[in-house]
C-alpha cells in the first residue's frame, strides 16, 4: 500500500493537529461531520461539511475529533429506486473501532484509544496439521462457570480467566473459534417477538468488538475499556498457547432488507455497497435481506481492512468466513473462486500465517461450492458431517428396522482418510475442516435423542431449523431412563467423537459435545440466550466420563501423526507428510471391491504409516465395526508390523477391562458399533550371529 493508494486511511486518523475523517460515497451530493457533546446525544457541538476528492472519498478535519469523542455523519444525495439517502440520520461511519448506544436502536461512532501493551506476547502459529478448533459462545461458555466471579461470568473477561484458559488447555484443543463478536443487532423480527439475536449473525459494524459481551465495568468506561478487554482476552489465551478464531459476516449487514434499518452503508451509497439489480432490488444470496456487493472494489476494501486490522492490532489468528459464497461472486453475482477478494484475502501480506476457513455456501444460484475454494483455504466439509451422522446413526436405524444400512463402508473410509474425493491432491487433507456438529444443528447429544426439532420456543411455530438432521433417538425420542438406551446413545457419542478426532483434516469440536451438553431437541437455537444454550459446568458422572475419553481422544491425535497428514499420498510415490495408507476387511484380508460397496459389509481396518518430515515414524491400525452385533476382527499380518497396542476402544469408558497387547492374527473382539485405535509396532529382527574372531 502506498501513499498514492486513493482509498488509503479510510476512517478516522488522529495526528498532533487533531483528527481527520475519510468517507467513501460516490453518489452522496454531501456529507457532514457530526461531532457531538460529551453528555447529550442529541448536541452537535460542530457539524463540519467534508470535502470530495477525484476518487470520491470525503473527508473533514478537526481539532475536537479526539480520543473519547462521538461523532457521526449525514448524507444528502438523489432520490430514486437504487438509492437511500436520509440526511436527517446520523449514520455510523463504517471504519468506526468503537459504538456507543445512544437510544433503543441508535448508535454512534467513538474515536477509541486503542494504545496496548501486548508486552512480549505472540501468536501461538499452530500448524494446521496440529490444530484442533473449539467452537465456542463467549457468552455461553462462562455464563454458568461457579469458578469465575460473577461480574466476569459470560464476558470476554470469563473467556480470559484462568478457570476458563486451564479447561481448554487442560481438554487439549489449540483454538477457540468465536461466534461472532463484531458488533452486532437483533433483527427487527426478533426484536418485535421479545426475543433477541444470540448467535450475532447480523453484522452492525465491522471493525468494532461486540459491548455487550464486555464485563459492566467496562460497558460503563466505554468502547475504549471494551477494547482493552477484547485485546486482554486475546493476550490471556494466547500466552496459554491457545489460537483465536473469530467468525465474521461480511457477507449482509444489519441493515436487512430494502425496508430495514438505515445505520452506515445504506445511507451512504447503496447503489455500491449492496447487490441489487436495476430497478433497485435487492439481488439477496443470503437470506438475511441484503448482500454486500462484492462485485466493487470499495466494498471488498472495507472487508479487507477490517481483516487487517483484527490480524494485526487486535492479534487475531484467523476468520471463518459465514457464507463465504457470496464473497466470491462477481459482478454478475456467479460464484469465482478465483475471485479478487478471495485471492486478495490468502495473497495478502499483512494478512500472512492468518487461518482462513470458509463457511462454502449461500443461499443463491450455484451456492453450495464444498471443495471449489482455491488453495489456500480450508472449508467447513459438509459431507464429511452427513456421511459420519449416516454412517453410525441414520444407517444403524435402517439396519435396526428394515436390515439394510443403505450404502457400502466405502464412503465412511474416504471421509476418515481426508476426503480425497472432495480436495484436490494439491490442496490435501488439511483442505477439510471436519465437523459432526456445529452452533447450527443438534448438539452430538441430542443427535443421538432426537429423531426430530423440537423448536417451538422460537416464536416460529416449529418451521425453522432443519428438518434434515440424520439423527436416531434409539428408540426415545428425547430423556429416558432406559439403561440399554443410555448406554447406546452414549456409545454412538463416543462412536462420533472418535471419528471426528481420528479422521484425516482439521476436527472442530462443538464446545459442550465433549461432555453431552444437550439443547433439549432445538437445532436452531440461534435466538436463544439462556441455561439452553449456556454451557452447564456441573457434570453427571457419565458427563464425566464422556469428557475422559474426549481428552484421551485428543491426545492420541497428538501423540499419533499418521492420523494427522499433511498432504494425499500418491499411488506408487512415497510423499512426505503423507501417510501410507492400506486398507483390510474384518478377516483380516486386503479389501476387496465388494468389500467397499457392499451394504452389509459394515467392517473396516484401515492401517495408517506415517511418512515422517517433522516427527518420528509412526503407525496406527483403526478398526470399524458398524453393526450392533458383536463380532471377531482378525488383526491383518501387515508387512513389518510384529505386535499391535490397544490404545482406545470405543465400548468402554477406559480400558481397565481390555486385553491390550495382541499379535498380527490375532482375533480382536468388537463390541456392536464400536472402534478400536490401536499402535502398530515394527516386528522386532532377530540378532545377527557374528563370527568370533581368532586370537
Known amino acids: 500500500m502506498t501513499h498514492a493508494d486513493p482509498l488509503r486511511n479510510l476512517g478516522v486518523r488522529i495526528s498532533s493537529t487533531g483528527g481527520e475523517l475519510r ?21 452537535i457541538i460542530k457539524n463540519i461539511p467534508m470535502t470530495k476528492d477525484v476518487h470520491d472519498v470525503w473527508s473533514a478535519k478537526s481539532r475536537t475529533l479526539s480520543p473519547g469523542r462521538r461523532y457521526g455523519i449525514r448524507v444528502s444525495g438523489p432520490a430514486g429506486a437504487r438509492h437511500s439517502f436520509h440526511p436527517e440520520t446520523t449514520l455510523l461511519e463504517p471504519y468506526s473501532r468503537g459504538l456507543v448506544r445512544v437510544g433503543a436502536d441508535r448508535w454512534q461512532s467513538f474515536v477509541v484509544d486503542d494504545s496496548f501493551d501486548w508486552a512480549d506476547s505472540r501468536k501461538p502459529a499452530v500448524p494446521l496439521d496440529h490444530t484442533v478448533i473449539y467452537e465456542a459462545h463467549v457468552r455461553g461458555i462462562s455464563r454458568l462457570n ?3 466471579p460473577a461480574a466476569l461470568r459470560g464476558t470476554y473477561a470469563g473467556l480470559a480467566h484462568e478457570s476458563t484458559i486451564d479447561y481448554l488447555t487442560d481438554l487439549g484443543v489449540t483454538s477457540v473459534e468465536l461466534l461472532p463478536v463484531q458488533a452486532f443487532v437483533s433483527e427487527q423480527r426478533l426484536i418485535k417477538q421479545g426475543l433477541i439475536n444470540y448467535w450475532g449473525y447480523n453484522t452492525l459494524n465491522f471493525f468494532s468488538p461486540h459491548a455487550d459481551y464486555a464485563t459492566q465495568a467496562a460497558q460503563s468506561a466505554g468502547p475504549d475499556a471494551v477494547l482493552r478487554e477484547f485485546k486482554s482476552m486475546v493476550k490471556a489465551l494466547h500466552d496459554a498457547g491457545l489460537e483465536v478464531i473469530m467468525d465474521v459476516v461480511y457477507n449482509h449487514t444489519a441493515e436487512e432488507g430494502p425496508n430495514g434499518p438505515v445505520t452506515s452503508l445504506r445511507g451512504i451509497d447503496n447503489s455500491n455497497y449492496y447487490r441489487q439489480t436495476a430497478d433497485g432490488q435487492y439481488i439477496d444470496v443470503t437470506g438475511c435481506g441484503n448482500t454486500v456487493n462484492f462485485g466493487h472494489d470499495v466494498p471488498r476494501r472495507l472487508v ?27 459482478g454478475g453475482v456467479v460464484y469465482d473462486p478465483q475471485h479478487p477478494l478471495l485471492t486478495g484475502i490468502r495473497d495478502d501480506p499483512e494478512l500472512a500465517g492468518v487461518k482462513l476457513i470458509a463457511e462454502p455456501w449461500d443461499v443463491g444460484q450455484g451456492g453450495w461450492q464444498t471443495g471449489n475454494f482455491a488453495d489456500g483455504w480450508t472449508e467447513w466439509n459438509d459431507r464429511y458431517r452427513d456421511r459420519m451422522r449416516d454412517f453410525w446413526l441414520g444407517d444403524i436405524r435402517s439396519m435396526r428396522y428394515s436390515g439394510s444400512a443403505g450404502s457400502g463402508i466405502g464412503r465412511f473410509a474416504t471421509r476418515v482418510a481426508g476426503s480425497s474425493n472432495t480436495f484436490s491432491t494439491d490442496r490435501g487433507p488439511l483442505a477439510s475442516l471436519n465437523f459432526i456438529t456445529a452452533h447450527d444443528g443438534f448438539t452430538l447429544a441430542d443427535l443421538t435423542a432426537y429423531d426430530t426439532k423440537h423448536n417451538l420456543g422460537n416464536g416460529e411455530s416449529n418451521r425453522d431449523g432443519t428438518g ?54 432445538n437445532n436452531n437455537a440461534y435466538c436463544q440466550d439462556s441455561e439452553l444454550t449456556w454451557l452447564n459446568w456441573d457434570f453427571d458422572d457419565w458427563q464425566a466420563d464422556l469428557h475422559r475419553v474426549s481428552r484421551r481422544l485428543l ?23 503423507a501417510s501410507q495408507l492400506d486398507w483390510y476387511n474384518g478377516a483380516g484380508e486386503s479389501m476387496s471391491h465388494d468389500d467397499w460397496n457392499s451394504p452389509e459389509a459394515r467392517t473396516l481396518q484401515y492401517m495408517a504409516a506415517s511418512t515422517p518430515e517433522h516427527e518420528d515414524f509412526n503407525r496406527i491400525l483403526l478398526v470399524v465395526h458398524a453393526r450392533e452385533q458383536d463380532a471377531t476382527v482378525i488383526l491383518p499380518r501387515h508387512a513389518g508390523v510384529g505386535a499391535y497396542t490397544l490404545l482406545w476402544d470405543s465400548s468402554h469408558d477406559d480400558l481397565r477391562d481390555a486385553v491390550i497387547e495382541h499379535k498380527p492374527g490375532a482375533s480382536l473382539q468388537m463390541t456392536g458399533a464400536s472402534m478400536q485405535l490401536l499402535r502398530a509396532h515394527d516386528a522386532v529382527k532377530p540378532p545377527t550371529r557374528k563370527r568370533a574372531r581368532k586370537a
Open 23 to 43: 468517507v467513501w460515497s460516490q453518489t452522496a451530493e454531501a456529507i457532514d461531520l457530526c461531532i457531538f457533546d460529551h453528555t447529550d446525544p442529541n448536541w
Open 146 to 148: 461457579k469458578k469465575i
Open 304 to 330: 479487507m481492512d477490517s481483516l487487517r486490522y483484527w490480524a494485526n492490532e487486535v492479534q487475531i489468528d484467523g476468520f471463518r468466513f459465514d457464507l463465504a459464497v457470496a464473497l466470491g461472486r462477481d
Open 468 to 521: 434434515n438432521n440424520n439423527s436416531f433417538n434409539h428408540g426415545v425420542e428425547g430423556p429416558t431412563r432406559d439403561v440399554t438406551i443410555l448406554r447406546t446413545r452414549r456409545k454412538a457419542m463416543r462412536n462420533m467423537l472418535g471419528t471426528l478426532l481420528l479422521s484425516a483434516g482439521i476436527p472442530m469440536i462443538t464446545a459442550g459435545d465433549e461432555f453431552g451438553r444437550s439443547q433439549r431437541g
Open 555 to 577: 491426545e492420541l491425535r497428538r501423540d499419533n501423526p499418521a492420523l494427522r497428514p499433511v498432504r494425499f499420498g500418491r499411488f506408487g510415490e512415497s510423499t512426505l507428510s
